[in-house]
Structure formats: structure tokens, C-alpha cells
């Protein structure tokens, strides 16, 4: 993929969503290494208040995931967060997200979406893909070391969802085996996370004795 054409006077702002249930060291890096390639202007996490396609599951309040994700971009002054889905009622689809953050931030602003390189093809399952498309500057795939999809796939996509291939960037970043639901679970069955999320987070978690009781598997 050819690299991003954006003027020098235009804010370059990478959206990283997700439950953050908790937030966790593969969901940092992740923003550190897009950041760093695309030389971006800051990463804005957004927590997502009701994801859609987890109605029937219970997630941790809202509160709780805020002030983890605070707790763990505190050092880094290149993230920041953004409340737009927590302040809204309703499923928190993509499409609308990009809508209230494109009207916040302003023509000029050019919006990096983030997503992995593997929900590619689940983007044309979500809500209005094409709708999404259009708030976008650039939708960003973070794709694992060592693998390299075809360009027949992204023509494939293309197919499916016009002008995708023309808003697509790929960026190789270090992936941790490292997910939210583990994470839960482990801490449930009274075993160390350490190291897999930031100490402050750790502390948080065993502050108000978050994830002692197993629930549903979510991210």
C-alpha cells in the first residue's frame, strides 16, 4: 500500500476502539507502533459504552474501563482518550462514532482508523461499512509479523466495499498473545497478569476486586 499523501498543517489523529475490558499491553503497542509509523499527531482511545454485538453479555461499567485506560496512557502524552461513546445512549456503532468525532474535530482533521489486519473482511459485516468508509481518512490494518495478504484479497474486498483499497494503509506491528477475555479469566482463577497489562492496571483491578467472578467471554 502506498504511503499516506496528507498536508503538514492537517492534525493526523489515529481511533483505536474497543471494550477495554481491561485495556492490556497488546492494545498499547499496537497504538505505539501506528503512531510512530504513520507519524501520526496523537492516538485517541475510544471505549466503547454498549458495543451492539454484545447485548446479552455483561461488561464492566463504563467507570471501571475509563480509569484503567487513564491509568495506562498516563506516561505517554501522545494518548488521549475520548468519551464520545460513553456519553451516548444506544449501541456504540462505528459509523456513528466516526460521525461525532469527524464533526468534533473538523475538516481538518485527518482520521486514521484502527483495526486488525485479520476483521479486514468482518468490516463488511459491520453496521453501514460503506458508511464508515466515508468519515475515514485512512483505515489502518495492523497486521501480525510474517504475514502477507495477497493483493487478490484486497481486490476481493474491494468488490464488496468500493474504495477500500484506496483508504487502506498496512503497518507490521509486534502482536502479543494477550487478550481482555484471558485476562479475566485469569485473574478470576486467582493467576498472575502481570506484565500483560501496565502495573497501574493490575493495581486497579485488585483495588475494587474486578474479574473475581468468571463472566462471558468479550474483549
Do not use: C
Not at 44 to 53: E, I, L
Not at 167 to 178: E, G, H, K, S, Y
Amino acid at each position: 500500500m502506498k504511503y499516506h499523501n496528507v498536508s503538514a498543517n492537517t492534525r493526523r489523529i489515529g481511533v483505536l476502539g474497543g471494550t477495554f475490558d481491561p485495556v492490556h499491553y497488546g492494545h498499547l503497542v499496537i497504538a505505539e507502533e501506528v503512531y510512530a509509523t504513520l507519524q501520526l499527531t496523537e492516538i485517541v482511545f475510544v471505549p466503547t459504552g454498549q458495543p451492539p454485538h454484545k447485548t446479552n453479555i455483561e461488561i464492566t461499567s463504563a467507570a471501571h474501563r475509563l480509569e484503567m485506560l487513564e491509568l495506562a496512557i498516563a506516561s505517554n502524552p501522545h494518548f488521549t482518550i475520548s468519551r464520545v461513546d460513553l456519553d451516548r445512549p444506544g449501541p456504540s456503532y462505528t459509523v456513528d462514532t466516526l460521525q461525532l468525532l469527524r464533526k468534533q474535530w473538523g475538516k481538518n482533521t485527518a482520521i486514521y482508523f484502527i483495526i486488525g489486519g485479520d476483521s479486514l473482511e468482518d468490516l463488511l459485516s459491520w453496521h453501514d461499512p460503506s458508511g464508515i468508509l466515508e468519515q475515514l481518512t485512512y483505515l489502518v490494518a495492523v497486521r501480525r509479523p510474517g504475514y502477507n495478504e495477497s493483493e487478490a484479497s484486497y481486490d476481493w474486498l474491494e468488490t464488496r466495499l468500493s474504495g477500500i483499497k484506496q483508504r487502506l494503509l498496512v503497518v507490521d506491528a509486534p502482536q502479543f498473545d494477550i487478550s481482555a477475555t484471558d485476562l479475566r479469566q485469569r485473574v478470576s482463577e486467582g493467576r498472575p497478569i502481570k506484565y500483560q497489562t501496565p502495573e497501574s492496571v493490575e493495581s486497579y483491578i485488585v483495588q475494587y476486586g474486578l474479574y473475581r467472578t468468571k463472566i462471558d467471554a468479550i474483549e
